[in-house]
């Protein structure tokens, strides 16, 4: 049972990445998933969750507007494109699954081992 997360780097002020998150050893579909980050030196944030593709996702405000969460079942994948970028959203940004779509994180059973986003002119 695992989570792969990718699709880090490093990015300039206002410009975009959209990160994967690959599960394998299990069905996403069955499952609520979310993207949670972690800045330096600040505790884990969680970012936005849905439960199934039919369902209206959910955004902290700071990102509301500018991040899009979604998900393809079919390939047990979720995404997160993340438009408009600031220098606060530099974070390690996990994927988590879990039985519902909330922003706790210890509600989450799996998690991915976070990629890096940097967000520096």
């Known amino acids: 049972v695992q989570l792969q997360a990718s699709g880090g780097g490093l990015v300039q002020p206002g410009g975009s990445l959209r990160l994967s998150c690959v599960a394998s050893?299990?069905?996403?579909?069955?499952?609520?998933v979310a993207w949670f980050r972690q800045a330096p030196g600040k505790e884990r944030e969680w970012v936005s969750s849905i439960g199934y593709s039919y369902e209206s996702p959910y955004y902290t405000n700071s990102v509301k507007g500018r991040f899009t969460i979604s998900r393809d079942d079919a390939k047990n994948t979720i995404y997160l494109q993340m438009n408009s970028l600031k220098l606060e959203d530099t974070a390690v940004y996990y994927c988590?699954?879990?039985?519902?779509?909330?922003?706790?994180?210890?509600?989450?059973?799996?998690w991915g081992q976070g990629t890096l986003v940097t967000v520096s002119s």
């Open positions: 050893g299990f069905t996403l579909g069955y499952y609520a």
């Open positions: 988590a699954a879990g039985a519902d779509p909330t922003h706790r994180s210890e509600e989450y059973d799996y």
